[in-house]
């Protein structure tokens, strides 16, 4: 049963470029969450995806959208990259029960580095 | 106030020591609570959900206490492999799902 995948694992960009990051969900999974992780910080909550829509989104910019496919699979983009996009991006994955959602679980993530 | 704190760390113990985190949330409409574990350069992986009641799962035992909003995770018999950063988080049940964290405490265990 394979868990949560995340590509690529590293990245390295300059200022003012444009990310991609890509996540497949654990086998059975229908929800996507992305979460940054900056050095020494706890993952900060970006945005959510059930049935291909956006559903919650933390406190982040424009520059941070995100797509779901029919597949459950599930992209990050981040548009005008900053110094300060440098950082752990996480995806979890999670099932939606009866309105509720279950335990998500994490991929490895994808270390972004910004020059 | 963050919505989510923890103890500064780090925590530096002997192989074989009880250990404690506490972490304090604020906004009482949380439903849900855990705590994860995280080494070093890697994931997050869930250790514990924590109940109103409590929950023990071999050296681990969680706590939640709503009246003083506070979630506590104890750690019996320490290991060299119980060493990593220890995460809380909250997060809010229906439709919603965002889990809230705190910046996490190291702990080390040392022989």
């Known amino acids: 049963d394979a868990g949560v995948t995340q590509s690529p694992t590293h990245l390295i960009k300059t200022r003012g470029q444009q990310v991609t990051l890509r996540c497949s969900p654990k086998s059975g999974h229908d929800t996507v969450s992305w979460y940054q992780q900056a050095l020494g910080q706890g993952p900060q909550f970006i945005f959510q995806y059930y049935e291909e829509e956006e559903r919650q989104r933390g406190n982040f910019p424009d520059r941070f959208s995100g797509h779901q496919f029919p597949n459950y699979s599930s992209e990050l983009n981040v548009n005008a990259l900053l110094l300060g996009d440098s950082a752990l991006y996480l995806c979890?994955?999670?099932?939606?029960?009866?309105?509720?959602?279950?335990?998500?679980?994490f991929g490895p993530g994808t270390r972004l580095l910004v020059l | 106030r963050k919505e989510v704190e923890q103890d500064p760390g780090p925590f530096n113990v002997p192989e074989g020591a009880t250990v404690a985190f506490n972490c304090t949330y604020s906004?009482?409409?949380?439903?849900?609570f855990f705590w994860y574990r995280q080494d070093c350069r890697k994931e997050p992986k869930l250790l514990m959900s924590v109940y109103s009641s409590g929950n023990e799962d071999g050296r681990f035992t969680a706590q939640l206490n709503r009246a003083s909003q506070y979630i506590s995770l104890l750690i019996r018999d320490s290991k060299l492999s119980d060493s990593a950063t220890y995460l809380c988080?909250?997060?809010?049940?229906?439709?919603?799902?965002?889990?809230?964290f705190g910046k996490g405490t190291k702990l080390s265990v040392k022989p």
């Open positions: 906004n009482s409409a949380s439903q849900s």
């Open positions: 988080a909250k997060g809010y049940g229906g439709s919603q799902g965002n889990l809230i």
């Open positions: 979890a994955s999670s099932l939606r029960w009866r309105g509720a959602q279950e335990t998500q679980y």
